[in-house]
């Protein structure tokens, strides 16, 4: 049974920083992307950051600079590091992941499995 469980979540002031993990179980190691997506409220969901097998990355452009993807050596966890955070990144962050090589998407339509998301809040 594949599970994603993310923590981490919490309320900061701007310019303030945050660390989300995602716990990842059920998949075979070494095999999958893992991604970070954001609701935003009044908007569609939103790619924020993915990683892959080899350790490449891929940001949305609102967030490059500020916020860093990483995994552990196994992939059983993903991390995302935000810093230098504003108010526009206030919303829920689901962690998301497949089974893929390639890697190189933020498209949700292709991830299959979702964690159950955490709530971001960033105020002025």
């Known amino acids: 049974l594949v599970k994603l469980v993310e923590s981490g979540g919490g309320s900061v002031q701007v310019g303030g920083s945050l660390k989300l993990s995602c716990a990842a179980s059920?998949?075979?190691?070494?095999?999958?992307?893992m991604a970070w997506f954001r609701q935003i409220p009044g908007k569609e969901r939103e790619g924020v950051a993915v990683?892959?097998?080899?350790?490449?990355?891929l940001y949305a452009d609102s967030v490059k600079g500020r916020f860093t993807i990483s995994q552990d050596s196994d992939q059983s966890t993903a991390t995302l590091q935000m810093n230098s955070l504003r108010p526009e990144d206030t919303g829920i962050y689901y962690c998301?992941?497949?089974?893929?090589?390639?890697?190189?998407?933020?498209?949700?339509?292709?991830?299959?499995?979702w964690g159950q998301g955490t709530q971001v809040t960033v105020s002025s």
């Open positions: 998301a992941a497949r089974l893929a090589v390639s890697c190189a998407t933020l498209d949700s339509i292709v991830f299959k499995n």
């Open positions: 059920g998949y075979p190691a070494f095999s999958k992307c």
């Open positions: 990683i892959g097998i080899d350790g490449r990355t």
